[in-house]
């Protein structure tokens, strides 16, 4: 016998507490901000210094690290193009209830594919997710790796490595881009700040 339901026979059940009512305790306004970039782009660099400055400023926020996730709730996946969609449509559901929570939900990872990125927005209202793009040079990532998997992608012990031998589909319209300035990457306090800015300017840090 199956053990996977008949859709048919799972029925929603609604709470009788609200994101609304969540939002107004937190004082805030649960949303998603999903940071996405090449390996070594720095992208948990910006979610820590981010999840940082809103404690600093009194609000909720947890960030769900790509490679975290991997030791847990996407264990069992690898790095096929199947299973890194089914990293990030997990990731997606996953950071839709901490936003329907009414927290300010940071997820962290490469999502090389831009239709898995979309997908997860189409989960959420539109103004509720907020595509951050870690758009710095394969170059400088490389020469970063601060795990050491570009020189085995250049070896070929890895394979299907983004950048390298799998591709990375850039956003085409992310609410938020981070770039070299004058060939300067900016300061972790500097990326954080650009994020905090955005989200002060249409009302998520007020219920």
């Not at 758009?135 to 400088?140: C, E, G, R, V």
Request: aromatic share 6%.
């Amino acid at each position: 016998m199956s053990t996977v339901g008949n859709p048919a026979n799972i029925f929603w059940h609604e709470n009788p507490v609200g994101k609304a009512e969540r939002e107004k305790l937190l004082n805030q306004q649960g949303c998603v901000v999903w940071i996405t970039g090449l390996s070594g782009s720095g992208k948990s660099t910006l979610a820590c210094s981010l999840g940082r400055e809103l404690q600093s400023r009194g609000k909720l926020s947890y960030v769900l690290d790509g490679d975290n996730l991997r030791h847990g709730l996407n264990k069992n996946l690898g790095f096929s193009p199947e299973s890194r969609t089914e990293n990030i449509r997990r990731t997606g559901e996953v950071a839709k209830l901490f936003a329907d929570a009414g927290l300010i939900c940071i997820a962290s990872l490469i999502s090389p594919y831009r239709k898995d990125r979309d997908a997860c927005r189409a989960l959420l209202p539109d103004e509720n997710f907020i595509e951050v793009f870690m758009n710095m040079p394969l170059q400088l990532c490389e020469g970063r790796d601060p795990k050491g998997l570009y020189k085995l992608a250049r070896e070929g012990k890895i394979k299907g490595f983004t950048g390298i031998d799998d591709p990375y589909e850039p956003p085409l319209n992310c609410e938020i881009e981070i770039q070299l300035k004058d060939g300067v990457v900016p300061t972790p306090n500097e990326m954080a700040g650009q994020v905090v800015s955005y989200m002060e300017d249409k009302g998520f840090l007020e219920a």
